[in-house]
């Protein structure tokens, strides 16, 4: 089967440059994806590896390496928009399914 | 362009009662997915489809049914509902060669 852990909580000021790292045990496990959720609302995608190295898109990046099973998510120049939770997805079988991680509650202060 | 809508935003049972929930895409995708989110953790898969036809148990199925009525429309029933099913419950579907799944607005229910 498939886990991932992520830390529960991270706290940055605006400005500032964050990573979230996400570490999974899996089988069957093809890609590894990032997705945000503002309190309440519906999770919307973030980024998506699957091979090894770096996914740039504007601020937030992401990273996998699958000999260390780890990933992790960097967000740059912090905005208090960013405040969410943000969860790694673990990717597998043939409909393309997600197995989500506990989430990350990130906090942006002023 | 709707998207992934879900039907009813927010839902009281008492214990034993059943209801379906309803979900609908119009981006034409072929695979759709039933997850439920409860306080402090990420989505667990309840149920999802491959394609017109076709539905498979995820990680938490059990108390829950499912309907692929047609491409667009993919219903999960609760036959007796418990407590423990108290949860938001998400919809979503893929389609195309990536990877991005798209969430409806979710559907919060609260059984007492």
């Known amino acids: 089967g498939q886990s991932l852990e992520q830390p529960s909580e991270v706290t940055a000021v605006e400005g500032a440059i964050v990573q979230i790292n996400c570490t999974y045990q899996t089988s069957g496990f093809y890609g590894l994806s990032w997705y945000q959720q503002h309190d309440g609302g519906a999770p919307t995608f973030l980024s998506y590896n699957a091979l090894d190295g770096l996914e740039e898109t504007g601020r937030f990046s992401s990273f996998l390496s699958r000999s260390d099973s780890y990933g992790y998510l960097l967000l740059q120049e912090l905005q208090m928009k960013d405040s969410a939770s943000y969860f790694c997805a673990g990717n597998s079988g043939s409909a393309r399914q997600l197995t989500f991680g506990s989430g990350t509650q990130l906090t942006v202060l002023p | 362009n709707a998207g992934v809508t879900q039907t009813p935003k927010f839902q009281v049972l008492k214990t034993g009662q059943s209801m379906t929930l309803q979900c609908a895409q119009d981006m034409n995708h072929n695979s759709m997915y039933w997850y439920r989110q409860d306080p402090g953790m990420g989505l667990r898969l309840i149920y999802y489809?491959?394609?017109?036809?076709?539905?498979d148990k995820g990680e938490v199925p059990n108390g829950y049914n499912v309907s692929r009525l047609n491409k667009r429309e993919f219903s999960l029933r609760l036959e007796s509902a418990a407590p423990s099913q108290t949860s938001v419950y998400f919809c979503?579907?893929?389609?195309?060669?990536?990877?991005?799944?798209?969430f409806g607005p979710g559907t919060r229910l609260l059984v007492l």
């Open positions: 489809s491959a394609s017109e036809g076709t539905t």
């Open positions: 979503a579907s893929i389609g195309g060669a990536g990877e991005t799944q798209y």
